[in-house]
Structures are given as structure tokens and as C-alpha cells.
T-cell receptor
Framework: EPEVTQTPSHQVTQMGQEVILRCVPISNHLYFYWYRQILGQKVEFLVSFYNNEISEKSEIFDDQFSVERPDGSNFTLKIRSTKLEDSAMYFC?????????????FGPGTRLLVL | AQKVTQAQTEISVVEKEDVTLDCVYETRDTTYYLFWYKQPPSGELVFLIRRNSFDEQNEISGRYSWNFQKSTSSFNFTITASQVVDSAVYFCALSGRNQGGKLIFGQGTELSVKP
């Protein structure tokens, strides 16, 4: 069964450093998402991406964040200068083109720890 | 604005008990979609069910059942004869008719099933 994959599974970085989180969505999916979950809290939407551009972003997704689909398979989230409060689990998700009723399938997550 | 409320933060039951997880939502959209996801201790988000706003038929899948009531804006989830493997955090989520389809999650309910 196709699945969303994410690398790395864990990342430890120093405050102020740049990190890139990588995702490989399900191959025939067209909508891609990033969410984050601070430890013990709910899952929060960051950004959605369709047709090579951001379709929606949340207030959390400020200028420090960017997303890219550098090739036909990868979808990346870059945090330019990490802060302590960026420590969280980051989930990538993807869905097909059928509309918002389509199920989003999530990757296993990348746990980011900023020291 | 869209909002999902899961008022039960933690529930603890003994194996074989039935348990219901509550979900109440708010949205101005007339067309919307509701989801339940399971987050086991390993951390991934596992899709359980999707419901469209125009389909109020309840659904049963094995020991799992869902009760969708538009009149009370609720989408409750019942596990019958709970098992230890059901121990997880369960999230209810809402997506509006916006084509981007971002998910708005509730706070989650942590279910602990004891042997």
C-alpha cells in the first residue's frame, strides 16, 4: 500500500540553524501539507501546496518557513533560523485531487528538537 | 471560524468496556468533512474514518462505530469491547469546502485501556 515517507525521523539542531525536513508524498497525489504537533498538544496546520504553489498557510507559517517541491517526488519544509519554540513533531500529508473530502494520509513525522 | 472540541482530555477504561469519544465541531460551511485519526504511542497519525456533511448515516467497522448528528454538530466515536491495543490519542478533525482542504484538529482524547 502506498504511503507517505519522511526523513529524517529525528533531527536535533542548534537555535539559529537552518533545517530541511523532507517528505515523499504518495505518488499520484496532488495536494501536499505540513502540520506540526508540539509535544502533548493538538496537530496544527502549517501550509498546503498545490500546483507548485502555496494554496493556504497559517499564522504560524511566517517568513522563517518555506516549502518546495524540488522534483517530481520530494516535498520539503525549510526552517531558515530555528527557534526553541520550533521544537515539535512535523507531519507531512498528501491527498488526491478529488477535493477537500479526500482523505489526507500522513507520514510518520519528523521529531525536531531545537537546543 | 472553524473549530473542533474534544472535551475529554483523558479516558481510562478496563479492557472489554465500551467507550465513547466525543467530538463537537463548529463551522459556517454548509458542506464540510469530518475525520477521525488515531495516534498510537509510536506517534504516527492513522486515518480511521471520513464523513461528509450531507451523509448522516452512522457507520460501523468492526468494533468501531461513529455517530454523526448535524443537529448537535457532533461526530462521536465508540469503541466496543475495548482492547489494550486501542490505547492511543484519538483526534477528530474538520475540513471545510475550501479546495485546499486543510484539517482543523481537536485537542485529542488520550484513551488508556487497561488489562
Amino acid at each position: 500500500e502506498p504511503e507517505v515517507t519522511q526523513t529524517p525521523s529525528h533531527q536535533v539542531t542548534q537555535m539559529g540553524q537552518e533545517v530541511i525536513l523532507r517528505c515523499v508524498p504518495i505518488s499520484n497525489h496532488l495536494y501536499f501539507y505540513w502540520y506540526r504537533q508540539i509535544l502533548g498538544q493538538k496537530v496544527e496546520f502549517l501550509v498546503s501546496f498545490y500546483n507548485n504553489e502555496i494554496s493556504e498557510k497559517s499564522e504560524i507559517f511566517d517568513d522563517q518557513f518555506s516549502v518546495e517541491r524540488p522534483d517530481g517526488s520530494n516535498f520539503t519544509l525549510k526552517i531558515r533560523s530555528t527557534k526553541l519554540e520550533d521544537s515539535a513533531m512535523y507531519f507531512c500529508a498528501s491527498r488526491g485531487a478529488g477535493g477537500p473530502q479526500e482523505t489526507q494520509y500522513f507520514g510518520p513525522g519528523t521529531r525536531l528538537l531545537v537546543l | 471560524a472553524q473549530k473542533v472540541t474534544q472535551a475529554q482530555t483523558e479516558i481510562s477504561v478496563v479492557e472489554k468496556e465500551d467507550v465513547t469519544l466525543d467530538c463537537v465541531y463548529e463551522t459556517r460551511d454548509t458542506t464540510y468533512y469530518l475525520f477521525w485519526y488515531k495516534q498510537p504511542p509510536s506517534g504516527e497519525l492513522v486515518f480511521l474514518i471520513r464523513r461528509n456533511s450531507f451523509d448522516e448515516q452512522n457507520e460501523i467497522s468492526g468494533r468501531y462505530s461513529w455517530n454523526f448528528q448535524k443537529s448537535t454538530s457532533s461526530f462521536n466515536f465508540t469503541i466496543t469491547a475495548s482492547q489494550v491495543v486501542d490505547s492511543a490519542v484519538y483526534f477528530c478533525a474538520l475540513s471545510g469546502r475550501n479546495q485546499g482542504g486543510k484539517l482543523i484538529f481537536g485537542q485529542g482524547t488520550e484513551l488508556s485501556v487497561k488489562p
